[in-house]
């Protein structure tokens, strides 16, 4: 279990809720994402500090009348951020240029599921 000795100030807590898309007019708010990640002091995900902790970079997916999925953050070797639950790549779900985002409140991220790109807004960014 990860503690808050464990990881180092730079980690923040984001949340990250569905935003408007078709069959989600106001989005949803019980839809998205709680990733735990070091970011720079701009708001972007720190690579370099991810790189010595990646066991403490964490996922937790969450919908309405589903189980939460629990995973990683994880990057692919040309610099691609992805969220990994299970081994393979069958389940991954892939951030559109999440290197360059900032995750700041009220920004949006996209992530790609099962070959469909979701927005989500970041909702709330915090230590943990």
Same mark, same amino acid.
């Given at each position: 279990?990860?503690?808050?000795?464990? /990881? +180092?100030? &730079?980690?923040? +807590? /984001?949340? *990250?809720?569905?935003?408007?898309?078709?069959? =989600?007019?106001?989005?949803?708010?019980?839809?998205?994402?709680?990733? *735990? $990640?070091?970011?720079?002091?701009?708001?972007?995900? &720190?690579?370099?500090?991810? !790189?010595? =902790?990646?066991? @403490?970079?964490?996922?937790?997916? %969450?919908? $309405?009348?589903?189980?939460?999925? /629990?995973?990683?953050?994880?990057? !692919?070797?040309?610099?691609?951020?992805? @969220?990994?639950?299970?081994?393979?790549?069958?389940?991954?779900? /892939?951030? %559109? =240029?999440?290197?360059?985002?900032?995750?700041?409140?009220?920004?949006?991220?996209?992530?790609?599921? &099962?070959?469909?790109? =979701?927005?989500?807004?970041?909702?709330?960014?915090?230590?943990?």
């Amino acid at each position: 279990m990860t503690t808050l000795l464990d /990881i +180092t100030p &730079n980690f923040r +807590t /984001i949340r *990250l809720l569905l935003a408007r898309e078709k069959g =989600h007019p106001e989005g949803d708010r019980e839809e998205g994402y709680d990733v *735990l $990640a070091p970011l720079t002091d701009e708001g972007r995900l &720190n690579a370099e500090e991810w !790189k010595s =902790h990646k066991g @403490f970079c964490r996922v937790r997916r %969450f919908r $309405a009348g589903e189980d939460d999925l /629990i995973g990683r953050l994880r990057r !692919k070797p040309g610099g691609q951020w992805y @969220f990994d639950y299970a081994e393979g790549d069958r389940d991954d779900e /892939i951030g %559109f =240029h999440l290197g360059e985002e900032r995750f700041v409140t009220g920004e949006y991220v996209s992530i790609t599921r &099962n070959g469909a790109m =979701h927005t989500y807004q970041v909702a709330r960014v915090e230590r943990p």
